[in-house]
């Protein structure tokens, strides 16, 4: 019997290995994302979770701070069991770590920028890959920035959200979560032909050539159809994948901060991302999740749900060859 099936409680820091789920009591122990090994030293790690608790960018309610807290603590039920329907144990495939949050200094917010820029580079260099838990949805800016300085190439973008976030803002000090993809889009951080927008239920007068698959569209055509049409856009061009909670439903995701009604199901959502199995992701966020908003963690459970089942496309696509 190996060193971890004797582990009973608080595995995410006892056990040695990235490797392998395991079964603790899901209302006690140290919680890390889903139990996994939780540490700073990324050896070895192929996919870093990372959490970014910071909501001074929101433009209407905040508390998206608690969101890597909240994600983590409703992934303890997700843990309990292989995931479903992909019936396999994803860390025994991929070496994954939960390497704890992003320090901010938000007493000085022109530091945040560079901050979360930092943070990135530092798992980058190490050759994982990252799935970070925000925090609004300013921090996808700075990611972006991070992981394009290191493909050397504009990235194809797949943006899940009720807003485009392409609302115009230049200036170069600003904390806003609704112009980082204009910024994106501006700085050549994103292939606008090769990027496409899932769930979009709010107008803007300049959408920036970026594809739009609306609510009302996914709602008509179903998921399968909107599956397909992510993998016309996208091919085979590396992408990076940002989930902002509220492209669900606020009866699906009331915990966030700028609600609008008419989203996506989290069966929807669920269903769009199991068939991105074609897409070569190469970094992940999930923002916007404001647990003093949530009811009985419904907000959260979604997120973490959506995080596990990310980790499971990279997982497959590894036993697959392909990553």
Same mark, same amino acid.
């Given at each position: 019997?190996?060193?971890?099936?004797?582990?009973?409680?608080?595995?995410?820091?006892?056990?040695?290995?990235?490797?392998?789920?395991?079964?603790?009591?899901?209302?006690?122990?140290?919680?890390?994302?889903?139990?996994?090994?939780?540490?700073?030293?990324?050896?070895?790690?192929?996919?870093?979770?990372?959490?970014?608790?910071?909501?001074?960018?929101?433009?209407?309610?905040?508390?998206?701070?608690?969101?890597?807290?909240?994600?983590?603590?409703?992934?303890?039920?997700?843990?309990?069991?292989?995931?479903?329907?992909?019936?396999?144990?994803?860390?025994?495939? =991929?070496?994954?770590?939960?390497?704890?949050?992003?320090?901010?200094?938000?007493?000085?917010?022109?530091?945040?920028?560079?901050?979360?820029?930092?943070?990135?580079?530092?798992? =980058?260099?190490?050759?994982?890959?990252?799935? @970070?838990?925000?925090?609004?949805?300013?921090?996808?800016?700075?990611?972006?920035?991070?992981?394009?300085?290191?493909?050397?190439?504009?990235?194809?973008?797949?943006?899940?959200?009720?807003?485009?976030?392409?609302?115009?803002?230049?200036? =170069?000090?600003?904390?806003?979560?609704?112009?980082?993809?204009?910024?994106?889009?501006?700085?050549?951080?994103?292939?606008?032909?090769?990027?496409?927008?899932?769930?979009?239920?709010?107008?803007? %007068?300049?959408?920036?050539?970026?594809?739009?698959?609306?609510?009302?569209?996914?709602?008509?055509?179903?998921?399968?159809?909107?599956?397909?049409?992510?993998?016309?856009?996208?091919?085979?061009?590396?992408?990076?994948?940002?989930?902002?909670?509220?492209?669900?439903?606020?009866?699906?995701?009331?915990?966030?901060? @700028?609600?609008?009604?008419?989203?996506?199901?989290?069966?929807?959502?669920?269903?769009?991302?199991?068939?991105?199995?074609?897409?070569?992701?190469?970094?992940?966020?999930?923002?916007?999740?404001?647990?003093?908003? %949530?009811?009985?963690?419904?907000?959260?459970?979604?997120?973490?749900?959506?995080?596990?089942?990310?980790?499971?496309?990279?997982?497959?696509?590894?036993?697959?060859?392909?990553?």
């Amino acid at each position: 019997m190996s060193d971890d099936d004797q582990i009973r409680i608080d595995g995410a820091i006892a056990r040695k290995t990235p490797y392998g789920m395991l079964r603790e009591p899901t209302f006690s122990g140290m919680l890390s994302f889903m139990r996994c090994n939780f540490r700073k030293d990324l050896t070895g790690a192929e996919l870093v979770i990372s959490g970014i608790p910071l909501d001074l960018a929101v433009s209407y309610r905040s508390g998206a701070r608690f969101g890597p807290l909240g994600i983590r603590q409703a992934s303890a039920e997700v843990a309990s069991l292989k995931p479903y329907p992909w019936g396999f144990d994803p860390f025994e495939h =991929l070496a994954v770590i939960d390497s704890g949050d992003c320090f901010l200094d938000v007493h000085n917010p022109l530091t945040i920028h560079g901050a979360i820029v930092d943070h990135a580079r530092h798992i =980058l260099a190490s050759g994982a890959r990252m799935l @970070t838990f925000g925090g609004d949805h300013s921090i996808s800016y700075p990611l972006l920035q991070a992981h394009v300085e290191k493909t050397g190439a504009p990235l194809s973008l797949i943006h899940f959200d009720a807003h485009c976030d392409t609302w115009p803002d230049d200036s =170069l000090a600003s904390l806003n979560h609704g112009s980082m993809f204009y910024k994106a889009v501006r700085e050549g951080l994103i292939d606008v032909k090769r990027s496409v927008q899932i769930g979009i239920r709010t107008w803007n %007068d300049d959408f920036m050539g970026i594809n739009i698959l609306d609510a009302d569209r996914i709602h008509r055509q179903g998921t399968d159809a909107v599956v397909a049409e992510i993998e016309r856009i996208v091919g085979t061009q590396p992408a990076y994948l940002t989930f902002d909670i509220d492209c669900l439903d606020p009866a699906y995701a009331p915990g966030t901060g @700028t609600p609008v009604c008419g989203g996506l199901s989290t069966a929807q959502a669920l269903a769009i991302i199991r068939g991105l199995t074609a897409i070569n992701l190469i970094g992940m966020d999930i923002v916007e999740v404001s647990p003093p908003y %949530d009811h009985s963690q419904i907000t959260a459970l979604a997120a973490a749900h959506i995080a596990c089942d990310l980790i499971c496309l990279l997982a497959k696509r590894k036993a697959d060859g392909l990553l």
